[in-house]
């Protein structure tokens, strides 16, 4: 009886390990960002930094001047949206903010808060959008990635 009893609880188990990577391997869809954040091919910054970048901008390997804030597209989730918004200055990122984190439940958003922090670290650190994912808040971390990486080719970086 016993034996039967572990049985079970192993097949069990390995259903919810493979149920649950099933769910998280579904991607990020992203959504455009509203107009009249940035504007032009140089990437002008919103309202709030006042910043623009130069016309050294550049995309690829080239050195970037640009400077200003750049908002990311809106990544929806499965459970709500992410979008982020970084500031630039002479090409460097020097802020990364979290303008939207997922929201659906009250489980979602703590999760989203307590990655929050550490994706924005990993970002600045990296000055990319190549972080690693925070491990249990992979679709938050995936939304961010795709948010982050919109805002920073935005910027020319």
Do not use: C, H
Not at 4 to 9: L, S, T
Not at 32 to 45: A, D, F, K, L, R
Not at 133 to 140: E, N
């Amino acid at each position: 009886m016993r034996a039967r009893m572990v049985a079970g609880g192993i097949v069990s188990s390995a259903a919810v390990l493979v149920i649950g990577w099933q769910l998280g391997a579904q991607p990020a869809v992203t959504t455009p960002v509203q107009q009249g954040t940035t504007s032009g091919s140089t990437s002008s910054g919103s309202g709030t930094s006042g910043g623009t970048s130069s016309g050294g901008a550049s995309t690829g390997t080239g050195t970037s001047t640009a400077s200003g804030t750049f908002t990311g597209t809106t990544a929806q989730t499965r459970y709500g949206p992410v979008q982020v918004e970084i500031t630039v200055a002479s090409g460097k990122i020097t802020e990364v903010t979290a303008l939207q984190l997922t929201n659906d439940g009250g489980r979602s958003v703590q999760i989203s808060q307590q990655a929050a922090p550490i994706l924005r670290q990993e970002a600045l650190q990296a000055q990319s959008a190549k972080i690693q994912a925070v491990s249990g808040a992979t679709y938050t971390s995936d939304g961010y990635v795709t948010s982050l990486q919109s805002a920073i080719d935005q910027a020319g970086l």
